[in-house]
């Protein structure tokens, strides 16, 4: 359902993303792995249509983005980095907001809200301005909003990011379970998070893609069998990188 | 295109309500009528004119929505890049435009109503004398249309922080007045050509608000409100999405 051919991404003499390839089917959670900086989000941000590929071509659902971009959009949940939201609002609001911008209305408007809510569990801060939330509940509530339209494709940029230990395992398995009917892909720094809710992991370095399969294969590749292992001997921390440029 | 004008509809509620969601509008609003009030009265002679009109309303009203207007469009596109929802709002299935002229559409549509609350002023001059209604009217069209706005709308684009965004509208919106303020324009003539200072004022919003004071409502007068207008959203389209090529 994503398809991701070559794509390339230059900011200024800096190449961000570098001739990444990748394929994402129906029923398939793709973890994005790589150290800060290696172009994870980047490579997101294109899928997503908020930023244009320098080269390359990414395509949802048999749609390339760059010629269908609003039709493309409306088959995409989106998290972005940091979970922003409009802080000014309040969670019930921010909601409706985000659900008539996926065109739904009336009564379909009101039982999407009802189950991306029950999903988030965010019942008790409906009325609630963002501003005041806790990190962890604003991030529930921009993931609700990626969820509004049950879109067909989920792009989520550290969905776990700044959630506590129980909150994480919810969203795991949330992750897990909408994964059978939809493809997913999410990034994360945290490795049991591979292992706990991928059928396949890409780990990118610099821009590159450097190991791609299931958690187990990686783990095999691994003298000793751990994932962390495993991804520290292909990647570059960023400090060793810059020393090296 | 009714789906286009639907997701524009959605934009300008939400950023509407914004205004009404902060303190910023109460201000706003209040200290748009202290001071119209203020300059109408105090500072601008409105009983010692003897006439029944709002010249001295309009008269100044150039001046002051020079600080008014950039301070009503500043926060619609810093505060979106601020905040990083401007990621999420360009990731919805809309066009960058229909955003920028919803988001337009919203702050025109507040304007329109803090113009909509001098009233009294209006009143006030009906009950004293006879003014000719018809150039108040023409007046507060040509106050309406929103090439400060939009170019504030402009300056919101180009940064993420609202104070700037602030700064860079007064100064531009400046500009627009000042070449065509007569004492400026009358020292140019010192020692420029006729045609060149007349060329120049052309460029002024005073000289094309003038006639909307008068009430003549001239086609070459609103074509220069709206012209600029289209200019300015045109470029926040650019600065958008140069901002998001990188």
């Known amino acids: 359902m994503i398809k991701v051919e070559n794509l390339s991404k230059s900011f200024g003499s800096k190449r961000a993303v570098d001739g990444v390839s990748f394929e994402v089917g129906k029923g398939e959670v793709l973890g994005f792995l790589g150290p800060n900086g290696a172009g994870k989000s980047t490579t997101m941000r294109m899928i997503t249509g908020f930023i244009p590929p320098s080269a390359g071509a990414v395509s949802v659902c048999g749609l390339a983005v760059q010629e269908n971009p609003i039709e493309v959009k409306r088959s995409i949940g989106y998290l972005p980095e940091a979970a922003p939201s409009y802080t000014e609002m309040s969670v019930l609001s921010f909601l409706r907001f985000a659900a008539e911008m996926r065109g739904l209305r009336g009564e379909a408007l009101r039982s999407a809200i009802r189950r991306v809510v029950e999903l988030c569990h965010l019942e008790n801060v409906l009325g609630q301005t963002i501003d005041t939330l806790s990190k962890g509940f604003r991030h529930r509530t921009c993931l609700a909003q990626a969820l509004i339209h049950d879109p067909e494709v989920l792009i989520l940029d550290e969905p776990t990011d700044g959630l506590d230990p129980n909150q994480k395992h919810e969203v795991r398995t949330l992750i897990r379970k909408m994964g059978e009917s939809k493809a997913i892909i999410f990034s994360t720094h945290i490795l049991e998070e591979v292992e706990a809710a991928c059928t396949r992991a890409i780990i990118i370095d610099r821009g590159r893609i450097v190991a791609n399969g299931t958690p187990t294969e990686l783990k095999a590749r691994a003298a000793t069998g751990k994932l962390e292992d495993f991804f520290r001997s292909i990647t570059r921390s960023d400090t060793l990188a810059e020393g090296a440029a | ?246």
């Open chain 2, 1 to 246: 295109m009714k789906g286009s004008w639907a997701a524009i509809r959605i934009i300008a509620k939400r950023e509407l309500s914004a205004y009404f969601e902060s303190p910023v509008a109460y201000v706003f609003l209040v200290i748009f009528l202290l001071l119209s009030g203020f300059f109408t009265f105090t500072f601008g002679g409105f009983f010692e004119r003897g006439e029944a009109s709002l010249a001295a309303f309009f008269n100044w009203l150039p001046w002051l929505f020079l600080f008014l207007v950039p301070a009503a469009g500043m926060r619609l596109w810093s505060e979106e890049r601020r905040l990083g929802t401007i990621e999420l709002l360009l990731t919805m299935p809309v066009a960058a435009w229909q955003a920028i002229v919803g988001k337009f559409l919203a702050s025109w549509l507040f304007l329109v109503v803090a113009l909509a609350l001098s009233f009294p002023i209006v009143a006030t001059v009906n009950w004293l004398g006879d003014p000719d209604n018809g150039v108040i009217a023409s007046g507060y069209v040509g106050a309406a249309l929103g090439a400060y706005l939009a170019i504030s709308c402009l300056t919101s684009a180009l940064t993420r922080n609202q104070v700037i965004a602030f700064i860079l509208a007064v100064v531009l919106c400046l500009a627009l007045i000042l070449v065509g303020f007569s004492p400026l324009t009358d020292l140019l003539a010192r020692w420029a050509s006729p045609w060149l200072v007349e060329a120049v004022s052309k460029f002024s919003v005073l000289t094309h608000y003038d006639g909307f004071q008068k009430g003549m409502l001239d086609s070459r007068d609103l074509l220069y409100f709206l012209s600029v207008m289209a200019y300015a959203l045109f470029a926040t389209g650019v600065v958008i999405r140069n901002h998001r090529t990188g």
